[in-house]
């Protein structure tokens, strides 16, 4: 089957790099892409947003499935668009319908979501422009740290967490004023959890439904988790903590209502479902949901998953995922993110990447044992070479028995890779 795989980042390099594997691919392609996913199928210059412009490639070229990466195009309702057009409505999508995507989209409805089931997460109240003191007066209520959250899609910088509540409500009031715009019209106040993450994924077909390994990953941009928030500077799976007890809390008391939840209140949800968790104590709760993969946990997730990816999206297309096999390698897999001098603030493009092995110059994209590049922010410059172009550049996934050791072949090719002003962690996985 053809399969058009939405998306540019190093998330969709590593399930292109995934679906190409697949017995059941013939031709795979990849809008926009970057200069790591042409290795795995064709890149289409086509925005992840242009709905018109995926109109005609998908029709041109006898696609049979799309596959979105990023949130924004699910929440625009790509879903809609394809099921609302004669010619498109047999072309499935992965991915939730608009309606099922505002658990991502919208904070309130996820929180509104969690409460109507009973699932485990903050407590919280939302408000709007129009109760501004009542906003200010439940902030009172709470303990420090205040955690403030735009209610729409801020490219991941919508949360504020405040240790005074004098800079609380001072944050509370010019969220509401419109310092995110309409995403910050409502703003849902919630109280502080503390505890480690944990990045839980499921593949859904909007009744049954299977759980993918699980990953970690390291949002400040500093060691030690330290500075500003980023992407995601790295991922390590399996986590130690979410043992076979704590997995079957966070399903029984998390995956399996958010699944029946959907189904019950007749959202359309056929894709992946992320759960951002927290372990509070030993007990699992709910920080956010996305409709989408991890980015950069797909890096180390799909390298963990055994089993045919295209076949298991068949399955989430046709309703059977029940009847499709879903199998890990029991290896651990790590991610080490390099990314580009002064990510997340400001940082210069077109930077010429070089992989060195022993001081020799070597191919950046040939294959290293148990050492796979996935691509994020890279492009090729006018004389065919790779060269850097966003914050995020290339993640270096491996495996090893342990994590030790894939940290080691990901940590020795990080060091191997050049370009002016790289920049990684060398503590990822330090913690667990
Ligand atoms: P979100 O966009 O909801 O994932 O929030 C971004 C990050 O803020 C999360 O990954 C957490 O590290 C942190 N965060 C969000 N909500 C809370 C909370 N209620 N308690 C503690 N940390 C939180
Ligand atoms: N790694 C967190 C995210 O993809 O949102």
């Known amino acids: ?27 795979l392609f990849i809008a926009p892409g970057n200069a790591g996913t042409c290795q795995v199928g064709e890149n289409v210059p086509l925005k992840a947003d242009d709905f018109e412009g995926i109109r005609r490639f998908v ?54 979501f969690m409460q109507r089931h009973g699932i485990p997460t903050a407590a919280y109240r939302t408000f709007d422009g129009s109760c501004v003191d009542d906003g200010l007066a439940f902030l009172e209520t709470l303990q420090p740290p205040y955690v403030l959250k735009a209610d729409g899609l801020c490219a991941g910088k919508g949360v504020l967490i405040l240790p005074t509540l004098e800079e609380a409500k001072k944050e509370l009031r010019e969220m509401l004023d419109g310092m995110f715009g309409q995403a910050s ?11 480690i993450e944990c990045s ?12 993918l390994p699980e990953a970690k990953d390291y949002k400040r941009i500093g060691e030690g988790d330290t500075g500003l928030n980023t992407g995601g500077m790295g991922s390590v799976s399996p ?19 958010t699944v029946e939840g959907l189904s019950t209140e007749g959202l359309d949800y056929k894709g992946f479902i992320f759960f951002g968790l927290i372990n509070c104590s030993g007990e699992p709760k709910v920080i956010e949901y996305n409709c989408r993969m991890g980015d950069p ?4 997730v799909m390298l963990r998953l055994k089993s045919d990816l295209v076949d298991l999206l068949e399955g989430v297309a046709q309703g059977d995922l029940s009847n499709r ?19 997340p603030g400001h ?23 148990d050492v796979q590049l996935f691509h994020a922010g890279t492009a090729f410059d006018a004389e065919g070479r790779v060269v850097t172009a966003g914050g995020r550049v290339i993640a270096v996934s491996s495996y090893g028995k342990d994590k030790a050791e894939a940290l080691a072949k990901s940590f020795a090719v990080a060091n191997d890779i050049q370009f002016e002003g790289k920049y990684f962690r060398g503590d990822i996985g330090a913690d667990l």
């Open 59 to 112: 029709l041109d070229n006898d696609i049979n499935m799309v596959v979105v990466g990023p949130e924004d195009p699910l929440v625009k309702g790509i879903y809609d668009f394809f099921c609302d057009d004669e010619d498109l409505k047999q072309v499935p999508v992965i991915g939730p319908s608009k309606a099922g995507a505002q658990l991502e989209g919208s904070k309130d409805f996820a929180k509104g």
């Open 200 to 211: 839980v994924f499921v593949l859904t077909d909007g009744k049954h439904y299977k759980i």
């Open 185 to 195: 019209a409502r703003v849902v106040v919630e109280e502080f959890l503390s505890g």
């Open 1 to 27: 089957m053809n399969i058009l795989l939405l998306g540019s980042g190093g998330r969709e390099h590593a399930l292109a790099w995934k679906i190409a594997q697949s017995p059941k691919i013939e031709k």
């Open 325 to 343: 096999q879903m199998e890990f390698d029991e290896r651990a897999a790590v991610c080490v993110m390099l990314v580009s001098g002064g990510y």
């Open 239 to 257: 986590v130690p903590f979410a043992d076979k007890t704590w997995m079957q809390k966070v399903e029984d008391r998390i995956i399996r209502p």
């Open 297 to 300: 946990e797909t890096e180390t």
């Open 347 to 369: 940082y210069e493009k077109g930077k010429v990447i070089r992989l060195f092995d022993s001081g020799q110059p070597q191919n950046l994209n040939a294959n290293r044992q």
